[in-house]
C-alpha cells in the first residue's frame, strides 16, 4: 500500500517570497492533517480536514498560510509572504478517520527561508 | 507552551544499557501514542495506551499509561542502536471531539555501539 506522499522534499526560498507543498494521502483516507515541526520541537498541527472541509486551523497563521483539499483528496499548503521562522519540516498525514484511527505521516516537505 | 512535557529532552546511552523517558501532563487524555520519528522522515505510531494504568510491551520497548491518564512512560531494555531516533509522545484530550492529536517536544537518544 502506498504511503502519503509528498513534494516537494526540499525547498529553499528567500524571506517574503512564497512556496507551496502538495500532499497526496493513503488512498481511502478520510482525515488529512498539515503539521508544522521546527527543528527540537514536536509537529505542530496547522489544518485538519475532514474529506474537503476544515474541521480544525486554530494554529494556522491565517494572514500568511492557506490550505485547501478539493476533492476531498489532495491537499496543498500554501505560504505567503514567506517569513524567516516559517522554516521548518512540513509534514502531511493521514487517516482513516479522525480520531483512534492511526495517523500516517508523510516524509515531509523541508523549507528553509533565507 | 506544550501541553505534553517530554523528558529528558537528549538521551546518550551505549549499547545494551537500559533507559527511560517521561511524558507528562496537567490534562488528562483519553489515549497516548508514542512515535519514533527518524531524520528526514515522518513520525511512526508504536504504540497507543487507553486505559489508565495500561502497560504495553513491544519487544524490548514497555509503554506505562498513568493510572490518572496524565502521563506515560516509555522503557527500552538492552537499547540497540537501531532504537537511535526521536521518541514523541502525543495524546488526545478527553475535550476534543475531532481528535486533535497533541504532541509533546519529543526525547532524542542516540545508542551508540
Known amino acids: 500500500e502506498a504511503g502519503v506522499a509528498q513534494s516537494p522534499r526540499y525547498k529553499i526560498i528567500e524571506k517574503r517570497q512564497s512556496v507551496a507543498f502538495w500532499c497526496n494521502p493513503i488512498s481511502g483516507h478520510a482525515t488529512l492533517y498539515w503539521y508544522q515541526q521546527i527543528l527540537g520541537q514536536g509537529p505542530k498541527l496547522l489544518i485538519q480536514?475532514?474529506?474537503?472541509?476544515?474541521?480544525?486551523d486554530s494554529q494556522l497563521p491565517k494572514d500568511r498560510f492557506s490550505a485547501e483539499r478539493l476533492k476531498g483528496v489532495d491537499s496543498t499548503l500554501k505560504i505567503q509572504p514567506a517569513k524567516l521562522e516559517d522554516s521548518a519540516v512540513y509534514l502531511c498525514?493521514?487517516?482513516?478517520?479522525?480520531?483512534?484511527?492511526?495517523?500516517?505521516f508523510g516524509e515531509g516537505s523541508w523549507l528553509t527561508v533565507v | 507552551t506544550q501541553l505534553l512535557e517530554q523528558s529528558p529532552q537528549f538521551l546518550s546511552i551505549q549499547e545494551g544499557e537500559n533507559l527511560t523517558v517521561y511524558c507528562n501532563s496537567s490534562s488528562v487524555f483519553s489515549s497516548l501514542q508514542w512515535y519514533r520519528q527518524e531524520p528526514g522522515e515522518g513520525p511512526v505510531l508504536l504504540v497507543t495506551?487507553?486505559?489508565?494504568?495500561e502497560v504495553k510491551k513491544l519487544k524490548r520497548l514497555t509503554f506505562q499509561f498513568g493510572d490518572a491518564r496524565k502521563d506515560s512512560s516509555l522503557h527500552i531494555t538492552a537499547a540497540q542502536p537501531g532504537d537511535t531516533g526521536l521518541y514523541l509522545c502525543a495524546g488526545y484530550m478527553t475535550t476534543d471531539s475531532w481528535g486533535k492529536l497533541q504532541f509533546g517536544a519529543g526525547t532524542q537518544v542516540v545508542v551508540t555501539p
Open positions: 480536514f475532514q474529506n474537503n472541509g476544515v474541521v480544525d
Open positions: 498525514a493521514s487517516s482513516l478517520e479522525a480520531r483512534g484511527n492511526t495517523i500516517y
Open positions: 495506551v487507553v486505559t489508565g494504568g
